[in-house]
């Protein structure tokens, strides 16, 4: 099916980002058999393990450090050779494409804003440009736009893993706000608004609200917090980027 649509895209010319993703990623075999929780446990107890080892040294603590790498590579690479060897697999099968449903129980909420000295129109074109978002949200290694309405993030998780998901704007008006919602296969469902009111000042009041649903629920929160990756400090220092550098670039234009 992959190389069909591969073929399809060079014989009409097709430039659709978002359909080439779709064809890349069902061509990969399927290498990745640990399910999202486990991935997390395993980069955690990995690197807790390898540090003990290290710092214990001698013939048991570099047995415990080799451990914790392979621990580390399990968690990283989504990979376990022995359930590859067994046939096992507890990978989360779910139907592509859908929403993923946030469970509000196990869910973060986060609510942060942060007021920029610039108009909103100006702000809202450079939030709604999805891969400039790493230039200010930290944890952000990458957002690949796939079309007007969907993207893909890439996020930097524990002990150098990433955790991925597919994103889709569910409703927007332009200057004002834009909503979205992940959709199935999502590592951490979540959902959120970005809101833009304007001051009578000329300058803009940005809010964010968000809920994401971490990896074994409080557990994730947990991990979360160990990492330096406490969400609501995360999305405030965030907000204070994306603010230096909506400012910054108005002086420097100022100057020129």
Not at 46 to 66: D, E, I, K, S, V
Not at 104 to 129: C, I, K
Request: glycine share 8%; proline share 5%; aromatic share 8%.
């Amino acid at each position: 099916m992959a190389h069909d649509i591969l073929n399809s895209m060079d014989r009409y010319g097709s430039d659709d980002r978002r359909l080439r993703h779709q064809a890349t990623r069902q061509s990969k075999p399927d290498y990745v058999n640990i399910g999202a929780t486990e991935r997390i446990a395993s980069a955690v107890a990995g690197g807790f393990l390898t540090m003990f080892g290290l710092r214990r040294r001698g013939t048991a603590g570099y047995g415990m450090a080799l451990l914790g790498a392979e621990m580390l590579y399990r968690g990283a690479s989504g990979h376990c050779k022995t359930y590859s060897v067994l046939g096992v697999s507890t990978k989360e099968h779910v139907e592509p494409g859908v929403p993923a449903e946030v469970d509000h129980e196990r869910s973060v909420s986060v609510r942060q804003s942060v007021y920029v000295e610039r108009p909103r129109e100006e702000l809202f074109a450079m939030w709604r440009d999805f891969s400039r978002l790493p230039q200010f949200m930290e944890h952000l290694e990458r957002v690949d736009v796939l079309s007007p309405t969907h993207s893909h993030w890439v996020v930097a998780g524990p002990a150098g893993s990433t955790v991925e998901w597919d994103a889709e704007i569910v409703d927007e008006r332009e200057n004002e706000w834009i909503a979205w919602r992940t959709v199935e296969p999502a590592q951490v469902p979540n959902n959120g608004t970005v809101m833009f009111c304007e001051m009578s000042d000329g300058g803009t009041d940005v809010f964010v609200t968000l809920e994401a649903q971490p990896p074994a629920g409080k557990f994730g929160d947990l991990v979360a917090r160990m990492f330096g990756r406490a969400p609501n400090r995360q999305v405030r220092q965030a907000l204070e980027r994306f603010k230096e550098m909506a400012e910054r670039r108005a002086t420097a234009e100022l100057i020129v």
